[in-house]
């Protein structure tokens, strides 16, 4: 993907660099919310989205939005490193950028009502895979967005790309689908 | 500009969050109470409350705690709310709750026979010895007199903490020394009446179908967060 040209310019080390900087900020983005999610009081308190019958309804609407959006950031990033025999369009590239930023903007309410009404929680296994992975998603999704236009090795994008998505899926898995199997399809 | 697009992801992600965060917290109740200009004397003798507390331990040598370790449980002088209190080593905890929706979770000290704590829009202050305590408390502005007994276990201040319904709930228990239980469960900032609570078999309380982990208090606990 980077020129031979533009790796001989920076050369390994810049690589390194460019490596160092977005997994070091990356982790600070998890930490910091683990940290705060763990440090606060828990307010069991948090605006209401509107339109939906309770604020957990709407969190867990968001988040399998969210996760149809992921699976089309999947399947479009397949097709442009051409793992899927298929000719990529032209929008391909728009596809995935738009549909990755939507998809994490409709994350952002739900982990704030998270983090806000009830922080990291240790109290039962689902509950501490899903704050251990609440962490985890959005420092893997920094570190995936300093290393787009970065020049590091080539195999950061897809590993981090990877990774924002087993992350979303695990959240989506340890919240929505539970709501949804212990609460049934309320809206 | 393309070079920046994904920082600006990145950016617009964070101001979102931060946005939303502080939203919620301009509109939380519990900051409005004590931000607001004195809605109520209780809201405002509130905030003052620990500044009022401090200089306390620093008058003249601090006498030691009359009692080391003792739980305590009664009931206001009407029955409007029923108060538990446990000291360890000088510190205090209680919890005071009608049952129904009125609850409170206080901190503090015991200084000899003298007992201070607070909580966020609650006091006590009181005397105590090894048999009984007798005091003040005051929940969001009603002051009420109180009287508590030295207990033994099963009697005592419990907690418990749960996820009911996907929300992250936490139950006040207060068990009285001829067994009856009196508790508030608050979930989502909703106080309603708790779920039943077995001091011998406190592994097995649920709430709604949930399961709810159980401790018993001490005066050493921590119930506000600051």
Not at chain 1, 129 to 153: E, I, N, Q, W
Not at chain 2, 84 to 103: L, M, Q, R
Not at chain 2, 184 to 206: R, S
Request: aromatic share 8%; proline share 6%.
């Amino acid at each position: 993907m980077s020129l031979p040209a533009a790796r001989n310019r920076h050369g390994r080390n810049g690589q390194i660099r460019a490596l160092v900087i977005a997994f070091g900020v990356g982790s600070l983005f998890a930490v910091g919310l683990g940290v705060y999610g763990s440090t606060h009081e828990p307010t069991f308190f948090a605006l209401n989205v509107a339109g939906f019958s309770s604020g957990i309804a709407a969190k867990a609407w968001l988040a399998t939005g969210a996760f149809v959006l992921a699976v089309v950031q999947l399947v479009s990033a397949l097709i442009m490193y051409g793992r899927i025999p298929v000719r990529a369009p032209s929008w391909i590239g728009t596809l995935h950028r738009w549909s990755g930023r939507v998809a994490v903007l409709l994350t952002v309410p739900v982990a704030v009502h998270c983090l806000y009404a009830l922080g990291f929680q240790a109290g039962e296994p689902r509950v501490l895979v899903h704050s251990l992975f609440g962490c985890f998603f959005y420092g893997a999704f920094a570190a995936k967005m300093l290393v787009l236009r970065a020049d590091t090795p080539k195999w950061t994008l897809p590993v981090l790309g990877g990774a924002v998505f087993s992350g979303l899926t695990a959240l989506w898995l340890t919240a929505s689908v539970w709501f949804f199997a212990t609460s049934g399809l309320t809206f | 500009m393309k070079k920046y697009a994904p920082l600006a992801t990145l950016v617009a992600v964070v101001l979102l969050g931060a946005g939303l965060l502080v939203a919620n917290m301009l509109s939380n109740p519990a900051n409005q109470t004590t931000a607001a200009p004195a809605p109520s004397a209780a809201a405002a003798a509130a905030p003052g409350e620990p500044a009022a507390a401090e200089p306390a331990p620093a008058e003249p040598p601090p006498a030691e705690p009359a009692v080391v370790e003792k739980a305590y449980t009664g009931r206001s002088a009407g029955n409007e709310v029923t108060v538990a209190i446990a000291v360890k080593n000088g510190k205090a905890v209680a919890y005071a709750c009608d049952g129904k929706k009125i609850e409170a979770w206080l901190e503090g000290t015991l200084t000899g026979d003298s007992l201070s704590l607070s909580g966020k829009t609650s006091s006590i202050t009181a005397t105590l010895d090894d048999k009984a305590s007798f005091g003040t408390v005051t929940v969001d502005g009603k002051e009420w007199p109180f009287s508590a007994k030295g207990v033994a276990s099963p009697a005592g201040l419990y907690e418990g903490r749960g996820n009911v319904d996907g929300v992250a709930a936490r139950v006040g228990w207060i068990v009285q020394e001829d067994g009856s239980v009196t508790g508030v469960e608050n979930a989502g900032g909703t106080p309603k009446p708790a779920a039943a609570l077995d001091p011998t078999n406190l592994g097995a309380t649920m709430s709604d179908g949930s399961p709810v982990t159980v401790t018993a208090l001490d005066g050493a606990s921590t119930v506000v967060q600051r």
